[in-house]
């Protein structure tokens, strides 16, 4: 079992940046594929980033070149680094866990089917 805890989100103006940070629960954070998705009003929850138990990132193209993604093992964190924010960005972003024995997810990291543990989400809301 994993428990994920969002944080970082709020209040920023468009061309800004937000840095988010998502803390797991566990001794075998190490052992999990990451992800980012994120949810506007009245929208599917959709994928934004990824990042594989060795580190090799994911992006919806909206977000490359923009965001970053990337993992603390020691500190049982994944990162979201949100450069360049337009409001189309605002959402609630939300982090989700997968083992890395289910294997399918390096074919299909962007459904959320694919991921077994998720957290309570963070808003984001980018002004214009």
């Known amino acids: 079992q994993v428990q994920l805890a969002e944080s970082g989100g709020g209040l920023v103006q468009a061309g800004g940046s937000l840095k988010l940070a998502c803390a797991a629960s566990?001794?075998?954070?190490?052992?999990?594929?990451m992800g980012w998705f994120r949810q506007a009003p009245g929208k599917e929850r959709d994928f934004v980033a990824a990042i594989s138990t060795n580190s090799v990132t994911y992006f919806t193209n909206s977000v490359k070149g923009r965001f970053t993604i990337s993992r603390d093992n020691a500190k049982n964190t994944v990162y979201l680094q949100m450069n360049s924010l337009k409001s189309e960005d605002t959402a609630v972003y939300y982090c989700a866990a997968v083992s890395k024995r289910r294997s399918s997810w390096y074919a299909a990291m962007d459904r959320k089917n694919e991921y077994e543990y998720w957290g309570q989400g963070t808003q984001v809301t980018v002004s214009s």
């Open positions: 566990g001794r075998t954070f190490e052992t999990y594929n």
